[in-house]
């Protein structure tokens, strides 16, 4: 394919879908990249596949990563239970340089295919605490990223684009279904079941419930 091309790291849940109809709508043609890293259910990785292919993916990629064998997280060791109830401070369902690893192996992808955007749907309004989702991280990145590539030293550098940076989550809903995101097809609970189906309870189901309800729209997610 001819013309400008971005990888978007893909996880199957509400925002990287938004940020996918998003790239798409801007012309990109859009390579999707999951993440088989030891997460608690396989659930999201099927989703992922799911939304690539209705919303037109080139090309869809699954990497696998050990990081359940380094463990400290809820969501990658079955031995810390995922909060059901907010929480102060950095919460256990942070991942350990999870984010830093999945754009390192998007910009690696994205030299390879001669793209020079990579779309990440991080969140600095309803981001859970997370550091690796604020704006200081995704800016620093594209400074370390032109800094340690071939493209960015010869000058054609790498644009790290956070188009839901500043939302809120009704507002990445609304945004969504303006651009043909089917949210049924996603899954972004913690601890869903094989079947897709969320638990309610945890942090991420929060966020994604109080949304819909804040946008006006039915929530097409699947409870067990």
């Known amino acids: 394919m001819t013309g400008k091309k971005a990888v978007i790291l893909l996880s199957g849940g509400l925002d990287s879908a938004t940020v996918l109809a998003l790239a798409k709508a801007e012309g990109y043609a859009c390579y999707t990249m999951s993440f088989d890293y030891g997460q608690r259910h396989r659930s999201e990785l099927r989703a992922a596949e799911r939304v690539a292919r209705q919303l037109g993916a080139v090309e869809h990629k699954v990497i696998g990563l050990d990081l359940d064998g380094m463990g400290g997280s809820a969501l990658t060791d079955a031995s810390i239970d995922v909060p059901e109830s907010p929480t102060e401070g950095i919460p256990v369902t942070y991942v350990p340089a999870r984010n830093t690893v999945f754009l ?15 779309f990440i749907g991080v969140n600095a309004v309803d981001y859970s605490g997370y550091p690796d989702c604020r704006p200081e991280f995704v800016a620093a990145f ?15 550098g790498f644009r790290i684009q956070a188009p839901l940076q500043d939302m809120s989550k009704a507002e ?51 409870y067990r």
């Open 172 to 222: 990445i809903v609304q945004v969504g279904l303006r651009n043909g995101v089917d949210y049924a097809l996603t899954v972004s609970c913690y601890q869903a079941d094989e079947d897709g189906r969320a638990c309610g309870k945890c942090d991420s189901c929060r966020l994604r419930a109080a949304g819909f309800v804040a946008a006006g729209v039915p929530d097409p997610t699947p």
């Open 142 to 156: 594209e400074r370390m990223a032109n800094l340690a590539t071939k493209a960015g030293v010869e000058g054609d």
């Open 104 to 118: 390192a192996l998007a910009l690696g992808w994205a030299e390879v295919l001669g793209a020079r955007d990579i």
